[in-house]
């Protein structure tokens, strides 16, 4: 996976130009979250040149092409910058209520740690992900949560093995990303705290959110 770098002078741009679409649809999520994943994945463009031929992210937040078919929506629906969102904002929280219900012993709280399991789960894929904790639990309870799964992957992890399609080193940038993640929760939500819920659905309902965002998508 390649990511576009998580400036300090693009968090801000792209905060000012877009808080108030995430925060209408994001919930729980931390809004540096948000800023960070639109940074890495598409660097704030609504119709980025595609850079992973097998995820094949569409538009502002990279929404791969199969979640996007999963919630049944187009192409053109889904590059309109609005709608990206709001289908970014389902997506990542199904995944945040998969995460905590396959693993609630692990994260006892939605904080920050939680949320880049869920950034890092939505990248590698549920099983891929779950696979990588159980190898890193395997070496020690230390290695459970995401900061401890950092150190495993850049200090334990077997460097001829795989997870899912990625190596050792794909491994490694992961963890760099997540660095760069955690950094965007901090400078923009401010020091570690946790959400008030694992996961939300959207505030609107399906009908009328396609109705209501498809006449505010520009």
């Not at 890092?120 to 290695?143: E, H, K, Q, W």
């Not at 190596?167 to 705290?193: E, F, S, T, V, W």
Request: hydrophobic share 40%; aromatic share 10%; proline share 5%.
């Amino acid at each position: 996976m390649k990511f576009f770098q998580i400036t300090i002078a693009r968090m801000r741009s792209l905060e000012e130009t877009w808080r108030s679409s995430i925060n209408r649809f994001r919930g729980p999520i931390p809004l540096g979250l948000a800023i960070g994943h639109m940074i890495a994945d598409s660097n704030g463009v609504a119709e980025p040149t595609i850079r992973d031929a097998i995820r094949r992210p569409i538009g502002l937040m990279g929404i791969p092409r199969l979640t996007g078919l999963d919630f049944k929506y187009t192409e053109e629906f889904l590059v309109k910058p609005v709608n990206n969102i709001y289908v970014w904002a389902r997506a990542l929280n199904k995944e945040a209520l998969r995460v905590h219900t396959a693993h609630a012993s692990t994260w006892a709280t939605p904080d920050y740690d939680f949320w880049l399991a869920v950034r890092l789960s939505f990248l590698l894929g549920d099983t891929t992900f779950d696979n990588v904790i159980a190898a890193a639990v395997a070496d020690g309870s230390t290695y459970k949560k995401i900061s401890g799964m950092q150190t495993w992957v850049r200090t334990k992890m077997d460097r001829t093995k795989r997870f899912g399609r990625h190596r050792y080193r794909d491994m490694n940038c992961l963890m760099d990303h997540l660095d760069g993640m955690q950094n965007a929760m901090l400078r923009i939500d401010g020091p570690d705290k946790a959400s008030y819920a694992f996961s939300e659905a959207p505030p609107l309902t399906p009908g009328t959110v396609v109705t209501a965002v498809e006449a505010t998508a520009y």
